[in-house]
T-cell receptor, first 113, second 115 residues
Framework: NAGVMQNPRHLVRRRGQEARLRCSPMKGHSHVYWYRQLPEEGLKFMVYLQKENIIDESGMPKERFSAEFPKEGPSILRIQQVVRGDSAAYFC???????????FGQGTRLTVV | GDSVTQMEGPVTLSEEAFLTINCTYTATGYPSLFWYVQYPGEGLQLLLKATKADDKGSNKGFEATYRKETTSFHLEKGSVQVSDSAVYFCALSDLANNAGNMLTFGGGTRLMVKP
């Protein structure tokens, strides 16, 4: 059973471009969480999704950021018109049920130049 | 809202020294508490957890006890190794405040163990 798979591992974007980060949860997991880790800081919750539904997006910036978890395929975190301040490591976690242990992927490190 | 505070690093120790990383929390309900470890360039791995007061989580020689009276979950290890060098994150999950398993993290403590 493969772990949580995130790709790409590293992503470089110029200011104003779009960034798409993908997360394939562990097999049998229908709950996905996205976190952002700014340099030298802890992880901050962004969004919680269940298949085809956004359950909690209280940690998402109000503009330029969106997330989806379609019925088929990976969860996508999309950042439009990236700025330098978006440079961070973005981690995805998945769990099989609502209140069970979440397993983390290795993260995508986004660099905006 | 919920919050987690942990000691700032870096913590630098010699091999076989005793380790303590302090962690205190604020939560509305009865949270579950976790320690995660992040090795360089890697994601987070769950190190140990405790789900109720007085529970002790342990793994790989690391231990932490859920102290409700002091709202603490300090991480300890009796004899650290160079391979323990990593960043350690204390976290909580508070079901009273959220519908899922969202984690609130502390800022992380970098541990450096020298031979």
């Amino acid at each position: 059973n493969a772990g949580v798979m995130q790709n790409p591992r590293h992503l470089v974007r110029r200011r104003g471009q779009e960034a798409r980060l993908r997360c394939s949860p562990m097999k049998g997991h229908s709950h996905v969480y996205w976190y952002r880790q700014l340099p030298e800081e802890g992880l901050k919750f962004m969004v919680y999704l269940q298949k085809e539904n956004i359950i909690d997006e209280s940690g998402m910036p109000k503009e330029r950021f969106s997330a989806e978890f379609p019925k088929e395929g990976p969860s996508i975190l999309r950042i439009q018109q990236v700025v330098r301040g978006d440079s961070a490591a973005y981690f995805c976690a998945s769990s099989p049920q609502q209140n069970t242990e979440a397993f983390f992927g290795q993260g995508t490190r986004l660099t905006v130049v | 809202g919920d919050s987690v505070t942990q000691m700032e690093g870096p913590v630098t120790l010699s091999e076989e020294a005793f380790l303590t990383i302090n962690c205190t929390y604020t939560a509305t309900g009865y949270p579950s508490l976790f320690w995660y470890v992040q090795y360089p360039g890697e994601g987070l791995q769950l190190l140990l957890k405790a789900t109720k007061a007085d529970d002790k989580g342990s793994n790989k020689g690391f231990e932490a006890t859920y102290r409700k009276e002091t709202t603490s979950f300090h991480l300890e290890k009796g004899s650290v190794q160079v391979s323990d060098s990593a960043v350690y994150f204390c976290a909580l999950s508070d079901l009273a405040n959220n519908a899922g398993n969202m984690l609130t993290f502390g800022g992380g403590t970098r541990l450096m163990v020298k031979p």
